[in-house]
C-alpha cells in the first residue's frame, strides 16, 4: 500500500483537522469533478462564441445523420445529380447523433456542439479508471488526466465532433481490458465488445488496438482464448468488416493497377507534414512531453507484460504520427491525439516511480503530490484560455446554403466551383454536380463558349453555379446571391 494513502486521517501532515477526517479518495473524486467541470465550462463558452461549427468535418457528418433520420436507414450512398457516392467511411457516430437528434429534440447543431467535449470527458474518465487500475492508485490517475486535459491538441480537438474523438475512449478501455486480463490471469470477455465498438465508430484507427492486441496474445499463450477472441471479433464486427474491404478493393482498383492514374498524394498527401519537437512540444504540451520522456526509463526498469504493453502503445502512436516519412497516408496531427493518452500514463508512471523511490519522508511525499497536482492544475486553467477553435466553414457560405435551400428547386442543377458544397449545410445533393477542374477546364475552353456548353450539357435545366474564388467571374450570367467571396451566378431561359 502506498505510504501516504495508508495514512489514518489524523497523521495526514500538513491539512487543518477538519479536511483531516475526510477520505483521500474523496479528496481525489471532488478535484477531479471540479477539473473536469471547468474543462466543460471553458470548452462550451468557446463552441457557443460562433454561430457555427468548428473545423468543416463536422457539416459532413451531421449531413449524413439528417439524412439516416430522413429515410429511416443507413446512409450507404449519397445521391448527387445523376451520380451516387459511398460516404468517405461508415461511423456509428452519425447513427448515435441521429437517436441523440430523434430522441430528445435537441437541434442538430447544439448536438454537434457538444458532442465532442462528451467525448473528451468520456476519453477523461476512461483514462482516470485505467491510469488507476494500472498505478493501483488514483492520485497518479488525477495527474494523468490533468496532464491530459492539459494538452493544447486535446483542448483544440474537444471543440470538434469527429469520430475520432469518440473512439479514443475504447482505446483506453481495450488497453485496460488487456491489462486487467494479464493481472488477473482471466481472460476479459468485454474485449471482443470494446473492439467491434472501435470498428464501427472509427475502423481507420483500428490498426492502434490491433497491435495491442497481438502483442498482449504473445503474453497470453492460450489457443483456446485466442480463438475464442478472433471469432468473438468476427461476429460482432462482420459487417463493418465488409464494408472496409469494399472500400479498401475499391481504392486498389482507382490506384493501383496498369489503367490507373497514380497519384502521390493518394498515399501520402504533400499538405501534411512530420512534426518537428517544436511541433510535439506545441500540440502535447511542454510538461506531458516533458514528463512522458522521462516516464519512459521508469517504463523499461523492472519491465514486465503491463509496462511493455504501454511501452508498444507509445512507441507505435509516436511512429503513426511520423507515418508520412515512410509514405503512410496517416495525418500526423489525429495521430498525436492517440499519442497523448499513453503519454499521460506515461508521465503518471513518472511520478509514482519518483515518490516511490523512498528518498522522501511521508509527509514530504504527501506535499510532493499535492504540489504537483496544484501545479497541473494551474497550467492546465493558462493553458485553456490560450487555445481557439478554427472556423473552417464561415457565416458567408453558411448564409450561402441557407439560400440556395430555400430558393434552389430540386428541378435545377447547381455547379460548385473550387468549392465543397458537402461540408456548408445543404438540406440535399440530389440536384448537385460536382465538376472536377478537368470538367471545368473543359467547359471554359469550349467552342461554343461557357453559356451554351452548360445548356448543352444540361438542357431545360435552371443551372446555379457557387463559388467562393475570388478569381472566379462569369460576365455573361446574373449574379443572383452574394455575400463575401461567396457568389452565386445562374444561367436560365423563360422557360426555365
Not at 474523496?26 to 457555427?52: K, R
Not at 468543416?56 to 449524413?64: A, E, F, G, K, T
Not at 492517440?338 to 519522508?361: D, N, Q, S
Amino acid at each position: 500500500m502506498d505510504a501516504v494513502e495508508g495514512l489514518r486521517p489524523e497523521e495526514k501532515p500538513g491539512l487543518p483537522p477538519l479536511l483531516r477526517r475526510i477520505p483521500a479518495d474523496t479528496c481525489i473524486y471532488v478535484v477531479l469533478v471540479l477539473v473536469l467541470v471547468a474543462f466543460s465550462v471553458f470548452v462550451l463558452i468557446e463552441v457557443y462564441s460562433v454561430d457555427g461549427l468548428f473545423s468543416y468535418d463536422p457539416y459532413y457528418h451531421m449531413h449524413l445523420s439528417e439524412l439516416m433520420e430522413r429515410e429511416g436507414d443507413l446512409v450507404t450512398e449519397i445521391q448527387f445529380y445523376e451520380t451516387e457516392e459511398a460516404p468517405q467511411y461508415v461511423s456509428s457516430m452519425r447513427s448515435l447523433t441521429a437517436l441523440i437528434h430523434e430522441y430528445t429534440g435537441i437541434s442538430y447543431l447544439n448536438i454537434y456542439k457538444g458532442f465532442g467535449l462528451f467525448c473528451r470527458i468520456f476519453t477523461a474518465l476512461a483514462l482516470f479508471i485505467t491510469a488507476a487500475y494500472f498505478l493501483r492508485s488514483k492520485k497518479y490517475a488525477l495527474i494523468a488526466v490533468i496532464l491530459f486535459l492539459s494538452s493544447p491538441y486535446i483542448i483544440y480537438r474537444s471543440f470538434i465532433t469527429f469520430p475520432e474523438n469518440l473512439v479514443m475512449p475504447f482505446h483506453i478501455l481495450i488497453f485496460y481490458s488487456l491489462i486487467k486480463s494479464l493481472r488477473e490471469k482471466k481472460a476479459d470477455h468485454i474485449l471482443p465488445v470494446l473492439i467491434a465498438a472501435s470498428l464501427y465508430i472509427h475502423y481507420r484507427s483500428i490498426i492502434v488496438p490491433a497491435v495491442l492486441v497481438l502483442v498482449f496474445l504473445l503474453f497470453w499463450r492460450r489457443i483456446r482464448y485466442t480463438v475464442g477472441l478472433l471469432a468473438s471479433m468476427a461476429i460482432l464486427a462482420a459487417p463493418i468488416l465488409v464494408s472496409a474491404v469494399e472500400q479498401y478493393v475499391a481504392y486498389l482498383q482507382v490506384n493501383v493497377g496498369p489503367s490507373a492514374a497514380w497519384k502521390p498524394y493518394t498515399v501520402a498527401d504533400p499538405s501534411y507534414t512530420v512534426p518537428t519537437l517544436s511541433g510535439y512540444q506545441s500540440q502535447l504540451g511542454a510538461l506531458l512531453l516533458l514528463f512522458s520522456l522521462l516516464g519512459i526509463p521508469f517504463l523499461i526498469r523492472k519491465i514486465n507484460a503491463q509496462k511493455f504493453l504501454l511501452l508498444v502503445w507509445l512507441v507505435f502512436t509516436f511512429a503513426l504520427t511520423r507515418g508520412k516519412a515512410i509514405g503512410l497516408y496517416v495525418p500526423p496531427d489525429r495521430m498525436l491525439a492517440y499519442l497523448c493518452m499513453p503519454a499521460a500514463l506515461t508521465a503518471a508512471v513518472f511520478f509514482k516511480e519518483i515518490v516511490g523511490l523512498e528518498v522522501l519522508t511521508s509527509r514530504a511525499r504527501y506535499v510532493f503530490v499535492a504540489a504537483v497536482t496544484v501545479v497541473l492544475i494551474f497550467f492546465l486553467f493558462v493553458n485553456l484560455p490560450s487555445v481557439h477553435g478554427w472556423v473552417g466553414v464561415g457565416a458567408d457560405e453558411l448564409n450561402t446554403s441557407e439560400w440556395l435551400n430555400d430558393n434552389v428547386s430540386q428541378d435545377a442543377v447547381i455547379l460548385p466551383f473550387d468549392l465543397d458544397l458537402i461540408t456548408i449545410g445543404l438540406e440535399s445533393y440530389k440536384n448537385v454536380d460536382g465538376l472536377s477542374y478537368g470538367d471545368w477546364t473543359e467547359i471554359f475552353s469550349h467552342p461554343l463558349g461557357v453559356k451554351d456548353r452548360l445548356r448543352q450539357l444540361y438542357p431545360d435545366k435552371r443551372i446555379y453555379i457557387v463559388t467562393g474564388n475570388k478569381v472566379f467571374s462569369l460576365h455573361d450570367a446574373e449574379i443572383v446571391f452574394s455575400e463575401g467571396d461567396m457568389r452565386v451566378y445562374t444561367y436560365w431561359d423563360e422557360g426555365t
